[in-house]
C-alpha cells in the first residue's frame, strides 16, 4: 500500500498554476495497480494522459488566486519480482549521453555481462560515492558527482547511468517508493538484451522486490514527479512524504 503527499505553499497567492504529475504507478508486467486514489486541491482540475516514454502523468491547473496547491496519490499495488518486459523501446535513446549524464572518466575492473557489468558499478558507487543529503541539486549532472564524490539517490543512479551506457549498455533512470517512510526514490533499469532489470545503486543491490515504479526516462529531467509554472514573483515551499508497506 503506498501513500504519497505533496504540499506546495506560496509566499503569496499566485493567480495561475500549471502542473504535470507523475504520481499514479506504472502497470506492467511486474506490478499490477488493485486500488488507486487522487485528491487534489478543489480549485485544480486534471486530465490524465501519457507522455513520450509512456510513462502515465495527470495534467492541469487552477486559475484564481491560491496559496497552497496540495495532493495526495493513494492506493494498492501487488508486486512481482522485477522485470520489466522490453517493449520495442528505442533502446538509442538509452545509449546516449544527455546533460545530465555523460562522464569522461572510467573505473577498473568492469566485466563484459551487462548484468555483471552493472553489480561491478554498483559496488564501485558504494566504495567511492557518499551518500550525502544536500550535497547536490536536482540540475547536478554525474560529471560533478563523479568530481565531488558524493550525492544523494538522484546523483547515484544518474552516475550509474552514465557508466553504464560507457560499456554499451543501455540504461534509464527510474523513480518510485520504497518500502518504508521518506520520500520519493531513484533507481536505474539496465537492459540485458532481453528485459529490463532493475539496480538500486544507492543501496548496492539488484532490485527484487520492495519497491513500487512510477515512471521512467533518459535521465531524472524526462520523468519528474511534480512540474509546474505559475504566475507572479511568489516563493514556494514544497513538502513531500512517501509511505510504502507491505500488506
Known amino acids: ?16 498554476h500549471s502542473v504535470m504529475l ?14 488507486e486514489h487522487l485528491v487534489v486541491s478543489p480549485d485544480y482540475w486534471l486530465q490524465t494522459g501519457f507522455d513520450a516514454f509512456y510513462n ?8 484564481e488566486p491560491h496559496s497552497v496547491f496540495a495532493y495526495a496519490s493513494i492506493g494498492v499495488v501487488a ?13 538509442f535513446l538509452y545509449r546516449q549521453p544527455t546533460r545530465l549524464i555523460a562522464v569522461s572518466e572510467t573505473i577498473p575492473e568492469v566485466r563484459d555481462n551487462s548484468i555483471e557489468a552493472a553489480y561491478d558499478i554498483c559496488r564501485w558507487l558504494s ?4 551518500y ?32 553504464c551506457r560507457q560499456q554499451g549498455i543501455p540504461a534509464r533512470y527510474v523513480n518510485g517508493f520504497l518500502v518504508g517512510e521518506g520520500e520519493t526514490h531513484a533507481w536505474v533499469e539496465i537492459f540485458d538484451g532481453y528485459n529490463w532489470l532493475g539496480f538500486d545503486p544507492t543501496h548496492n543491490r539488484r532490485i ?15 520523468c519528474s514527479v511534480s512540474r509546474g509554472m505559475y504566475t507572479g514573483q511568489a516563493l514556494q515551499q514544497t513538502t513531500i512524504h512517501v509511505t510504502l508497506q507491505n500488506i
Open 1 to 16: 500500500m503506498y501513500n504519497y503527499q505533496t504540499v506546495v505553499e506560496f509566499s503569496e497567492p499566485v493567480p495561475a
Open 127 to 130: 566504495d567511492n560515492i557518499e
Open 22 to 35: 507523475r504520481c499514479q504507478p506504472a502497470s506492467n508486467a511486474c506490478q499490477t495497480v488493485e486500488q
Open 208 to 222: 527484487v522486490d520492495g519497491y513500487v515504479k512510477l515512471a521512467h526516462g533518459r535521465d531524472a529531467c524526462d
Open 79 to 91: 508486486t512481482d519480482t522485477y522485470l520489466v518486459k522490453y517493449r520495442g523501446e528505442n533502446l
Open 56 to 63: 502515465r502523468i495527470l495534467f492541469g491547473g487552477a486559475t
Open 132 to 163: 550525502q543529503e544536500q550535497a547536490t541539486t536536482v540540475e547536478t549532472t554525474a560529471a560533478e558527482v563523479m568530481a565531488s564524490r558524493k550525492g544523494v539517490c538522484q546523483d547515484f543512479a544518474h552516475l550509474m547511468i552514465a557508466l
